[in-house]
């Protein structure tokens, strides 16, 4: 198992397939999406993170995080998307 795949599985990503993609379900529509690819001329794998969110009658919305990331930018990103999502859903539980 590479180093990546432990790191976002402490996040709660799923592997699906081992350096080229990651899920994690975040809500009943929603899902955090990690691809992974590779250059022909490269040895090194990039990343494609994104939010997907799949409307059950409308159009599907995607947020992009970030592209073309190297993994240690990558879980960088990730580990910034979690904070935000932590402090916004700490800040939306003090409203009510």
Excluded: W
Aim: with cysteine; net charge positive.
């Amino acid at each position: 198992m590479s180093r990546l795949t432990v790191e976002l599985k402490q996040f709660g990503f799923f592997c699906g397939i081992e350096n080229q993609l990651y899920l994690l379900d975040t809500g009943k529509y929603t899902t955090l999406i990690i691809e992974g690819f590779k250059k022909p001329q490269s040895i090194y794998y990039q990343y494609d993170f994104y939010k997907q969110t799949f409307y059950p009658h409308y159009h599907n919305k995607i947020t992009v995080y970030g592209e073309r990331l190297i993994p240690i930018y990558l879980l960088k990103r990730v580990q910034r998307y979690f904070a935000n999502r932590h402090n916004y859903l700490e800040e939306r539980g003090k409203q009510f």
